[in-house]
């Protein structure tokens, strides 16, 4: 019975297992920027801090609308187990790199589930996911601007303390 209503779903089997895969992956970056708010909260960076807390909750949300999407669809969305968090930091600079290479391997796959839907013609998951491949542009033009900044400010001192005012200004049209 369990085989015949896998195959009997609006949202293509083989998509499904991917989107719990992306459901992993988003409540990883979630617990990854969470430790990096922490680290920034640690070394008093309050405006970075903030701009980690806020990353987790955005990246909880994505994971609960992929979550709810596979729900919605027949399918069934499996609770992450979530485990490998990196805690320590080198430095501010060093976080903003990670989080710009963790955005760019969520990218990727996304754009590879997108691919697969388009494999498989599931056009529902695949118009799901363009609200993500959005998503990802910004996140990552996001990243690199903070990173961009690094180059003219500095990563010491008073430079430092400088960027991490600047940080709430870049999300979302900076």
């Not at 993500?132 to 430079?159: A, H």
Request: net charge negative; aromatic share 8%.
């Amino acid at each position: 019975m369990k085989d015949l209503v896998r195959q009997n779903l609006s949202i293509h089997v083989e998509i499904m297992d991917l989107l719990n895969k992306q459901i992993e992956k988003e409540a990883h970056s979630s617990s990854a920027y969470l430790a990096m708010a922490s680290w920034c909260d640690h070394n008093a960076l309050d405006n970075s801090a903030k701009f980690f807390y806020d990353q987790s909750l955005e990246e909880r949300e994505h994971m609960i609308k992929i979550f709810r999407f596979i729900n919605d669809n027949g399918g069934t969305a499996y609770s992450p187990e979530v485990s490998k968090i990196a805690h320590d930091f080198n430095s501010l600079e060093e976080i903003f790199e990670t989080a710009l290479e963790q955005e760019i391997a969520i990218t990727k796959s996304i754009h590879n589930i997108v691919y697969k839907c388009r494999k498989v013609q599931d056009l529902a998951s695949e118009h799901f996911l363009q609200w993500f491949v959005n998503e990802q542009m910004e996140e990552e033009q996001t990243m690199r601007r903070i990173l961009e900044l690094f180059d003219l400010m500095g990563t010491e001192g008073l430079g430092l303390k400088l960027l991490d005012e600047r940080i709430p200004g870049i999300k979302g049209g900076a």
